[in-house]
């Protein structure tokens, strides 16, 4: 890629929404021959072509859903640190099982690697990012709501817990505001005894001046 902010989208579409052919060409033009990829349901690890592992993840992913639709919402990219964040919605099915349509959405995070001969950009890793309630769907696809109750629960035991547990944030809340304190304290200590540092030398300075004068009055 030379622009990869721009050339992402297109790359993504590519892997996911054409033919066997051209699929592998993607993978074999956009990625590094050692690029790693990892999903919530599988991991390849970077090694010398480890990109094979890659192209039959993504003829797998086909195989079991051949018409992917995928929407690119978003799109950042860290170009100090060569990393590409891209938002996706995409619409999967699995074709034997009946009645199977997953809407999920993921962050891609893909590490990027410059290849300093041709000046252009390859991915070196990608990261397949999916909350909890959106992966599951790959499975059950009701079963989000059960992820969401849970999720629930916990967010009202977080509640409970820190009305129970309420000592400890006041405890914490008083350790940070006498530490606080005391910093406080020692800078004002040392303003002070800079003052006096300063005014001491003044007057020293004052007295060498009049004893100067005393000794020379020629002057």
Known sequence: MENP???????IHLLTQSPPSIQRETIETYFTSNAS?????????????????????????????????????????DERNLILYVNITQVFGIWMVPFHRARVNLTTVLELKQNRDDNKYYIQSQNDLYQTDEFV??????????VWLWQFWATFFCFLGVF??????????WAWDEGESRKDRKREEGRK????????????LQDLERKALVNNPSR
């Open 37 to 77: 990829f990892t999903h919530p349901f599988c991991r390849t690890g970077s090694f010398d072509n480890s990109r094979s592992l890659i192209r039959a993840i993504y003829r797998w992913y086909k195989i079991l859903s051949p018409k992917i639709e995928l929407t690119v919402n978003s799109v950042a990219y």
């Open 193 to 204: 005894a800079q003052k006096g540092s300063d005014l001491l030398d003044g007057i020293e």
């Open 164 to 173: 129970a547990l309420w000592p400890i944030s006041y405890a914490e809340q």
């Open 5 to 11: 902010a721009k050339d992402i989208t297109g790359v």
């Open 137 to 146: 769907k790959f499975v059950i696809p009701p079963s989000w709501i059960f």
